[in-house]
């Protein structure tokens, strides 16, 4: 429950009590999400500070009319389910058919006060009042407005009467505007319950969505060589969705029931990498207080994704090849062949062609990863996917965090202009941002804008923007780029917005954790050197 931000030394300095009342309820009614934590505290208010107790609103039903009681302070679920009038009956029914105040000095001597909801041996003994005061809208009752009140109080009932007024004002106000935003909400809700039927009947079996001509060409090469045991190579820029790919490729092979295992090979440091893939005996090094397999072993009979294959350093490159020339692992430690059964699917962004004239990588194992190549396209390139994949993140972040926000069609034509330099990763990034600061229920083009306008791209030193309508080469490599004095406050600020995780900063940026740490201690001996 929010906090009314009272302090109970204000009436004792002298300041008049209603009127902290109603700043206070103005303030909740600002603040306040929902209607029940709205007209609650303005309830609780009315109860701790003017001794108005057990205050309730009731409202109509939709079908009988007759009223029940919706929000209450001091009141029990059983004392609130009871709280049901017919039209016209009782004291609220009469003020519900009227909309005039009813006053009633002792409830003991009013014959139309029930204790419906609340039974008088649950009532102080001495005389207890009751209030109650109509909402209006326009001239027409919308609901009641009632509390209790000891008879015996130096407070005069004028002044509860005033203040209630006041108060049956901002409910209706409340009201009025919760009934707006459930209609709209309402429309929103259909508009992704559309999007979600169409989304089935799109969606194919192995979850990639896409109708562009690159991805249709990607996916049939996919799915011809996915029952076979080739080693298959996965290139294309970072976001692309090779990992899913490489799902595709487990699911649709015999191996399928098996298990999947995934590792990226830039995300671990090196001197960790060769135990995560092969394992471990008792006292290999120092810390291996217990033997440990490795995830080709753990792999045995299924799939064994490597990404980022071409940051794999020589030692290990050789150690791969023999796995696969093999069919065998041994542990750090271990001088004994352990027998596996593993099919490799390898994943890179770099042009490994390169990469082997350069010295960095195998020839051999080059040849043995590089059977069959599939390259996966940039979204730049998938002319058409951007409104098909926006659609789906957008309905899977509404569903994910509770929302009903929805693009306007200036906000799609944005997004579809952008040029994705972080491709599929960034596009779900920045859709779930958008979401989650989204301020209204509609997202406008210059939302988006504002949102892009904050994207760098670190693909390299004069990124494009917007995407153009030339034709685009393919890109099998991602520049490293110069560390940089002016790239501090980039790194920086995506680390400040990552909590610190260094490894969820670099993603943001499109950058490997290797790279980012890097970055950032070049960036450090450079300031360490210049004091």
């Known amino acids: 429950m929010l906090s009314s931000g009272l302090n109970v030394g204000d009436a004792a300095r002298g300041e008049d009590v209603d009127l902290i009342v109603l700043r206070e309820a103005a303030q909740l009614i600002s603040r306040a999400d929902t209607p029940e934590?709205?007209?609650?505290?303005?309830?609780?208010?009315?109860?701790?500070?003017?001794?108005?107790?057990?205050?309730?609103?009731?409202?109509?039903?939709?079908?009988?009319?007759?009223?029940?009681?919706?929000y209450a302070y001091g009141l029990t679920n059983e004392e609130r389910a009871r709280g049901r009038y017919r039209p016209g009956e009782g004291i609220v029914g009469r003020v519900m058919d009227s909309g005039q105040i009813a006053v009633v000095q002792d409830i003991d001597e009013e014959p139309l006060f029930l204790f419906r909801a609340v039974g008088r041996r649950t009532l102080p003994d001495e005389i207890v009042s009751y209030v109650a005061v109509p909402l209006m809208d326009g001239g027409v009752p919308m609901g009641v407005l009632a509390a209790h009140r000891l008879r015996q109080r130096p407070r005069k009932f004028d002044r509860d009467l005033a203040t209630l007024r006041t108060v049956a004002v901002f409910i209706v106000q409340i009201l009025k505007c919760h009934a707006l935003l459930e209609e709209r909400t309402a429309s929103l809700r259909d508009e992704n319950r559309q999007l979600k039927d169409a989304l089935s009947h799109c969606r194919p079996s192995h979850g990639i969505l896409g109708e562009s001509a690159p991805l249709r060409e990607a996916l049939s090469n996919a799915l011809?060589?996915?029952a076979t045991e080739v080693t298959v190579l996965l290139t294309g820029e970072s976001g692309t969705g090779k990992e899913r790919f490489a799902e595709l490729l487990h699911n649709q092979s015999p191996r399928q029931d098996g298990p999947f295992l995934a590792i990226n090979c830039a995300a671990i440091p090196e001197q960790l990498l060769e135990s995560e893939l092969f394992g471990h005996e008792k006292g290999a090094f120092t810390g291996a207080n217990t033997q440990k397999k490795g995830k080709i072993e753990l792999a045995d009979g299924g799939t064994l994704f490597l990404d980022e294959i071409g940051d794999m350093n020589p030692d290990l490159q050789s150690k791969l090849l023999r796995v696969l020339e093999k069919r065998?692992?041994?542990?750090?430690?271990?001088?004994?062949?352990?027998?596996?059964?593993?099919?490799?699917?390898?994943?890179?962004?770099?042009?490994?062609?390169?990469?082997?004239?350069?010295?960095h990588f195998r020839l051999d194992l080059y040849y043995r990863l590089n059977v069959l190549p599939i390259h996966l396209p940039p979204l730049r390139e998938r002319h058409g996917d951007v409104r098909l994949l926006t659609r789906h993140f957008l309905y899977r972040t509404n569903r994910e965090y509770q929302r009903d926000v929805v693009l306007s069609a200036e906000a799609m034509e944005q997004l579809e202009r952008y040029g994705w330099p972080g491709n599929i990763r960034?596009?779900?990034?920045?859709?779930?941002?958008?979401?989650?600061?989204?301020?209204?229920?509609?997202?406008?083009?210059?939302?988006?804008?504002?949102?892009?306008?904050?994207?760098?791209?670190?693909?390299?030193?004069?990124?494009?923007?917007?995407?153009?309508?030339?034709?685009?080469?393919?890109?099998?490599?991602?520049?490293?780029?110069?560390?940089?004095?002016?790239?501090?406050?980039m790194l920086d600020d995506a680390l400040r917005r990552?909590?610190?995780?260094?490894?969820?900063?670099?993603?943001?940026?499109?950058?490997?954790?290797?790279?980012f740490r890097y970055h950032l201690q070049k960036l450090a001996d450079r300031e360490a050197r210049s004091d």
């Open 37 to 70: 934590l709205a007209i609650g505290s303005i309830l609780r208010l009315l109860s701790q500070m003017l001794g108005l107790n057990r205050a309730r609103v009731l409202l109509p039903g939709i079908q009988d009319h007759g009223l029940s009681i919706r």
């Open 224 to 226: 011809k060589v996915a």
């Open 328 to 359: 065998a692992v041994q542990r750090v430690g271990g001088s004994c062949d352990i027998p596996v059964s593993v099919r490799i699917i390898a994943a890179t962004h770099k042009n490994l062609q390169r990469a082997v004239g350069a010295g």
């Open 426 to 489: 960034q596009l779900e990034n920045i859709l779930r941002r958008a979401v989650l600061m989204a301020h209204d229920h509609t997202l406008t083009g210059t939302d988006v804008e504002r949102i892009l306008a904050q994207e760098s791209s670190p693909v390299s030193d004069a990124p494009p923007i917007i995407a153009t309508p030339a034709p685009l080469a393919a890109v099998l490599e991602r520049p490293y780029r110069r560390v940089r004095e002016q790239d501090r406050a």
């Open 498 to 515: 990552a909590g610190g995780n260094k490894s969820r900063a670099a993603r943001s940026l499109g950058m490997t954790p290797r790279q």
